[in-house]
């Protein structure tokens, strides 16, 4: 069936290193994918999103990457701060049917260390 | 604050027992999505609802229903209700039903005993 999977489930960074979060999906349809911070106790929110027409998209210390051919795509944070510290969700969709189903991945625990 | 609002923010109910929880989509998005998020778990889709149809359907048990209604704010019925039903349930919405950003509300926790 449909699955991403999302690695490291866990990952901890000195301030101001890089953090990269790396996903896999295997429905080659996939035409979105967004990232996702949730913060303990609160809704996930949308972070940065990368549709298939694009390989890089980049939003000030954010960055994702996507490789459609190995269906691999990757979450890039620079200068890390503390407040990045939080579970970071990848995401595939397509449309399917009238609709979309979102697969979402199992999710990274961030921490960053000041 | 996203836009979306969902009640009741928490939810405590008995094995066996049925609750409804709620969803009020962001002005202007007609695409309303249910996801179940277990603890410490992933966000899992149920499925989805554009304009008042049922478009999507994720890994949503047979105990479980949803509808959109003609003003566009959703309901997810959970029925039967087990332990293992206790869980964060989140509602999102999108202004169409193609791929775009969802907007995800508070949630209502759910706690079955």
Do not use: M
């Not at chain 2, 989805?48 to 105990?63: H, P, S």
């Amino acid at each position: 069936g449909e699955n991403v999977e999302q690695h490291p489930s866990t990952l901890s960074v000195q301030e101001g290193d890089s953090a990269v979060i790396k996903c896999t999906y295997s429905d080659s349809a996939s035409n979105y994918f967004p990232w996702y911070k949730q913060e303990l106790g609160k809704r996930p929110q949308l972070i940065i999103d990368i549709r298939s027409n694009v390989g890089e998209k980049k939003d000030q210390r954010i960055a994702v990457t996507l490789n459609k051919t190995a269906k691999h795509f990757s979450l890039h944070i620079t200068e890390t701060q503390p407040e990045d510290s939080a579970v970071y969700f990848c995401a595939a969709s397509r449309v399917r049917t009238g609709g979309f189903k979102t697969i979402f991945g199992a999710g990274t625990r961030l921490f960053v260390k000041a | 604050d996203s836009g979306v609002t969902q009640t009741p923010k928490h939810l405590i109910t008995a094995t066996g027992q049925r609750v409804t929880l709620r969803c009020s989509p962001r002005s202007g998005d007609l695409s309303v999505y249910w996801y179940q998020q277990s603890l410490d778990q992933g966000l899992q889709f149920l499925i989805q609802y554009y304009n008042g149809e049922e478009r999507a359907k994720g890994n949503i048990l047979e105990r479980f229903s949803a509808q959109q209604f003609p003003d566009l704010h959703s309901e997810l019925n959970l029925s039967s209700l087990e332990l293992g039903d206790s869980a964060l349930y989140f509602c999102a919405s999108s202004v169409g039903q193609e791929v775009d950003e969802q907007f995800f509300g508070p949630g209502t926790r759910l706690t079955v005993l």
